[in-house]
């Protein structure tokens, strides 16, 4: 009877202490799985990784962020692995010059012909403007003009951020006259700059890119030429991208009995990007 006692003590003993070892091994995952660390990110913000991470997270564990911190709560496995997640898609951000070059150039052609002088047969005689002696006089001129220049503009930036440069005036323009009767001037902004946003992936440049390039065609009335581009384009970093280009001819033609006057012009406007990386 004392045997059977003492061996039901002894189970009874081995019972409790499994239990405990138990109680122990599943608290020390349970102190693992909620262990929270607090990681500060090198380029890029924690909106933007936690979606990559997310899928990663181990079963149970949480995931949050502010701006440059993200807050985890997982498994040491896990969070070693989403470290090595972050070694990747949180690289530093690449330093770039972004550099557009806006053109003009136009071409002129104008042509002059007129006819003067008199002739006459038998009493007859038919006289044109300017006759200075019997017999006619052809007189024709042709000139060619051209004019071409670039606006170069170039600015530093973080890849991913945005980034704007311009340079320009204010013209004063005639406003509206008041209920006291004086004429308001009011101010019209001539600017030639750009917008620029870009990503870069290995080699490869992608930009939003708005662009303006304004003239000033008449100072009295403050009238302008406006240009203006907005897109996406991409390509190789260091190489000139083609963003757009706009043409435009005119051609004016006077003609009389004695005279012919012709004069056509021919002007493109032109516009291209360029990123390197700066090291």
Not at 124 to 153: L, M
Request: net charge neutral; with cysteine; hydrophobic share 35%.
């Amino acid at each position: 009877m004392n045997r059977a006692c003492r061996a039901g003590r002894i189970n009874s003993n081995v019972f409790l202490w499994g239990l405990v070892w138990l109680t122990v091994l599943f608290c020390s995952s349970t102190v693992h799985a909620n262990e929270l660390v607090v990681i500060e990110l090198n380029g890029r913000t924690a909106e933007d990784v936690i979606p990559l991470l997310q899928p990663m997270l181990a079963p149970g564990g949480s995931i949050s962020g502010l701006k440059d911190k993200l807050i985890i709560r997982t498994t040491p496995s896990n969070l070693a692995e989403l470290r090595s997640m972050l070694e990747v898609i949180d690289a530093p951000p690449r330093s770039l010059l972004v550099t557009v070059r806006q053109g003009n150039s136009a071409r002129e052609r104008e042509v002059d012909v007129e006819v003067s002088g008199s002739i006459g047969n038998n009493g007859a005689s038919v006289t044109v403007p300017e006759a200075q002696s019997e017999g006619i006089e052809v007189r024709a001129r042709a000139q060619d003009s051209g004019r071409s220049g670039n606006t170069i503009q170039s600015i530093r930036v973080l890849e991913g951020n945005p980034a704007y440069i311009a340079v320009g005036q204010s013209i004063p323009i005639r406003g509206s006259t008041g209920a006291d009767g004086r004429e308001y001037v009011e101010y019209r902004d001539v600017v030639t700059g750009f917008y620029a946003t870009p990503r870069v992936r290995g080699q490869r440049v992608t930009v939003a890119l708005s662009t303006s390039a304004d003239t000033v065609s008449n100072r009295v009335s403050g009238a302008a030429r406006i240009q203006r581009a907005d897109t996406v384009v991409s390509g190789e970093l260091g190489e000139w991208i083609e963003v757009g280009s706009i043409s435009g001819t005119g051609d004016n033609q006077e003609t009389g009995i004695i005279f012919f006057r012709s004069n056509r012009s021919d002007s493109q406007r032109t516009i291209y990007l360029k990123v390197d990386e700066v090291r």
